[in-house]
């Protein structure tokens, strides 16, 4: 996680999402996988939709899970969309849901100076919570289901304090949604690696034993004083283990440069490629324009993927120049209702808005690329396909009331249905 910062804004760059025109329903249906021998399909038509906001209304079909461009079949499933928007899921590419307080009693926050005074009031909050790790998490990931999150990747602190708590946790609630949520788990070293003895071995545990999808590491050289010993350390758990990397880097000076040109190596010599994450990485938007063009290439080259939980119009990433090099960025929440800041709801789509709001943008298609941010681009870093109401697109999307999309970004209306997998699984902000 990262302390809270100010907003105010500078434009951050612009992409489009929704691509041509979607008139024509051939061109906003899909390509559904045949059903299982012997079994019917599953099938749903969403009568009356306008994709991406488009102003003629279509039917979309789902058979198993998946948009088809065929016809519906007899025993289909009707559901009426009224004329709402249809917009793609959304991807929450960085959270923290094991630290939460969200549904409990309010808790008073004391002034931190740093990373380990946050650790210390993390510590107090999990000590203190009278809802275990897996109860204040499902509450908050059921809470960004019905808000149209398809997606997250969750980071659950591992140190000493806490055992493996906060994985085991995350993992009950990851559970519980699994119809409606996928959820990739990060093993998040908070306290430092080499710091803090004993976090090395938990993050050997989870990695070796199945129980995360990818190892973190934070601040090597600022926080934990050991760049190449935990560098090394992640990286070899990664590469012996089959796992992921994940990597928080606050560092806004030469030092956040050096640990990523260490991770760039790192990932090139274990032929990691496409399997690694830096996360802020606030160093990036405070380069020049030949520095972040190179850098970006080698971030591209390798696919090493970033995220930004869009802090403010300084340390919020380069999206659009990022994405020119082809480097995978996605947006996500960081911390919501914990020891770190009293703010934070876990809606990607006021996400998208701050994103906009810092970055300053007024244009439509500024506003729109907000949305993709948080829909393409997190579904990028997570390596799920995006959702753009094409043949074999996973149904996964919201219908919501609104004109277009730069109107529902700046408005954040309601979800009135979300849908994943085909199967509607929250209505009007509470889950089905």
Same mark, same amino acid.
């Given at each position: 996680?990262?302390?809270?910062?100010?907003?105010?804004?500078?434009?951050?760059?612009?992409?489009?999402?929704?691509?041509?025109?979607?008139?024509?329903?051939?061109?906003?249906?899909?390509?559904a996988?045949?059903?299982?021998?012997?079994?019917?399909?599953?099938?749903?038509?969403?009568?009356?939709?306008?994709?991406?906001?488009?102003?003629?209304?279509?039917?979309?079909?789902?058979v198993?899970?998946?948009?088809?461009?065929?016809?519906?079949?007899?025993?289909?499933?009707?559901?009426?969309?009224?004329?709402?928007?249809?917009l793609?899921?959304?991807?929450?590419?960085?959270?923290?849901?094991?630290?939460?307080?969200?549904?409990?009693?309010?808790?008073?926050?004391?002034?931190?100076?740093?990373?380990?005074?946050?650790?210390?009031?993390?510590?107090? #909050?999990f000590?203190?919570?009278?809802?275990?790790?897996?109860?204040?998490?499902?509450? !908050?990931?059921?809470?960004? #289901?019905?808000?149209?999150?398809?997606?997250?990747?969750?980071?659950?602190?591992?140190?000493?304090?806490?055992?493996?708590?906060?994985?085991?946790? /995350?993992?009950?609630?990851?559970?519980?949604?699994?119809?409606?949520? &996928?959820?990739q788990?990060?093993?998040?070293?908070?306290?430092?690696?080499?710091r803090?003895?004993?976090?090395?071995?938990?993050?050997?545990?989870?990695?070796?034993?199945?129980?995360?999808?990818?190892?973190?590491?934070?601040?090597?050289?600022?926080?934990?004083?050991?760049?190449?010993?935990?560098? &090394?350390?992640?990286?070899?758990?990664?590469?012996?283990?089959?796992?992921?990397?994940?990597?928080?880097?606050h560092?806004?000076?030469?030092?956040?440069?050096?640990?990523?040109?260490?991770?760039?190596?790192?990932?090139?010599?274990?032929?990691?490629?496409?399997?690694?994450? #830096?996360?802020?990485?606030?160093?990036?938007?405070?380069?020049?324009?030949?520095?972040?063009?190179?850098?970006?290439?080698?971030?591209?080259?390798?696919?090493?993927?970033?995220?930004?939980?869009?802090p403010?119009?300084?340390?919020?990433?380069? /999206?659009?120049?990022?994405?020119?090099?082809?480097?995978?960025?996605?947006?996500?929440?960081?911390?919501?209702? &914990?020891?770190?800041?009293?703010?934070?709801?876990?809606?990607?789509?006021?996400?998208?808005?701050?994103?906009?709001?810092?970055?300053d943008?007024?244009?439509?298609?500024?506003?729109?690329?907000?949305?993709?941010?948080?829909?393409?681009?997190g579904?990028?870093?997570?390596?799920?396909?995006?959702?753009?109401?094409?043949?074999?697109?996973?149904?996964?999307?919201?219908?919501?009331?609104?004109?277009?999309?730069?109107?529902?970004?700046?408005?954040?209306?309601?979800?009135?249905v #979300?849908?994943?997998?085909?199967?509607?699984?929250?209505?009007?902000?509470? !889950?089905?």
């Amino acid at each position: 996680m990262t302390p809270p910062l100010s907003r105010r804004g500078v434009l951050a760059g612009a992409a489009s999402i929704g691509g041509a025109a979607l008139g024509a329903t051939a061109a906003t249906q899909a390509q559904a996988q045949p059903a299982e021998a012997g079994r019917p399909a599953k099938a749903v038509v969403f009568r009356d939709v306008r994709p991406f906001g488009a102003r003629e209304s279509v039917d979309l079909t789902v058979v198993d899970g998946k948009f088809t461009d065929g016809p519906a079949p007899a025993h289909a499933k009707i559901v009426d969309g009224g004329g709402r928007i249809a917009l793609p899921s959304l991807v929450d590419a960085h959270i923290h849901p094991d630290k939460t307080t969200w549904g409990s009693d309010w808790i008073s926050r004391r002034p931190a100076n740093g990373i380990a005074d946050y650790c210390e009031q993390d510590v107090e #909050v999990f000590r203190t919570q009278k809802r275990p790790v897996g109860e204040r998490a499902y509450g !908050l990931m059921a809470h960004a #289901v019905t808000r149209g999150t398809r997606a997250m990747r969750a980071h659950a602190d591992v140190a000493p304090a806490y055992g493996l708590a906060g994985v085991e946790g /995350i993992a009950q609630a990851r559970d519980r949604l699994g119809d409606a949520l &996928d959820v990739q788990i990060v093993a998040f070293p908070q306290h430092g690696v080499v710091r803090t003895p004993g976090t090395a071995e938990l993050l050997r545990a989870a990695a070796r034993d199945g129980l995360v999808d990818m190892v973190g590491g934070i601040d090597p050289i600022s926080f934990d004083n050991a760049m190449d010993e935990q560098l &090394d350390l992640v990286f070899d758990l990664a590469d012996r283990y089959g796992v992921g990397v994940d990597i928080h880097l606050h560092d806004r000076d030469e030092k956040g440069t050096k640990v990523l040109r260490g991770i760039i190596e790192r990932t090139r010599s274990l032929s990691l490629r496409g399997k690694v994450t #830096v996360s802020h990485v606030f160093c990036l938007p405070l380069l020049k324009d030949a520095e972040l063009a190179a850098m970006a290439e080698d971030l591209s080259d390798l696919d090493i993927a970033l995220t930004t939980v869009a802090p403010s119009a300084e340390l919020v990433l380069p /999206i659009a120049k990022l994405k020119e090099h082809g480097v995978r960025v996605g947006l996500g929440s960081d911390g919501v209702r &914990d020891s770190w800041s009293p703010f934070g709801n876990a809606d990607m789509l006021h996400r998208a808005h701050l994103l906009g709001w810092v970055t300053d943008v007024r244009l439509d298609d500024e506003l729109a690329a907000c949305y993709a941010a948080g829909a393409h681009g997190g579904a990028d870093v997570m390596g799920l396909p995006r959702v753009e109401f094409e043949a074999g697109d996973p149904a996964d999307f919201v219908l919501l009331r609104g004109e277009c999309v730069p109107q529902v970004v700046v408005d954040v209306p309601q979800r009135d249905v #979300v849908v994943h997998g085909g199967h509607v699984v929250a209505r009007n902000g509470e !889950l089905v």
